[in-house]
């Protein structure tokens, strides 16, 4: 549980500020979403990622985009997807 706070807070430690994020020139941030396990067992994991973008402000498709990749168990298989 501390692993997934800590990369959380390093994630958004990583977003420009709100007042600065997209709304002067339109870019979104591309965010990626790594896990271990396969889609479907994730899936309240990413969903808690994405509520807590939302809670700071962050919208999906507005501010940000989640590339999400699933290693089902097998590291490499995290970074070879795409």
């Known amino acids: 549980m501390r692993s997934r706070l800590l990369a959380l807070v390093t994630v958004l430690g990583l977003l420009p500020p709100l007042s600065a994020a997209t709304a002067a020139d339109g870019k979104v941030s591309r965010l990626g979403f790594v896990s271990m ?17 939302h809670e700071l402000g962050y919208l999906e498709g507005r501010d940000v985009t989640i590339e999400a990749r699933y290693a089902q168990g097998n590291p490499p298989a995290a970074t070879s997807q795409g």
């Open 37 to 53: 396990r396969s889609g479907p067992s994730d899936t309240p994991h990413l969903e808690a990622f994405r509520q807590g973008l």
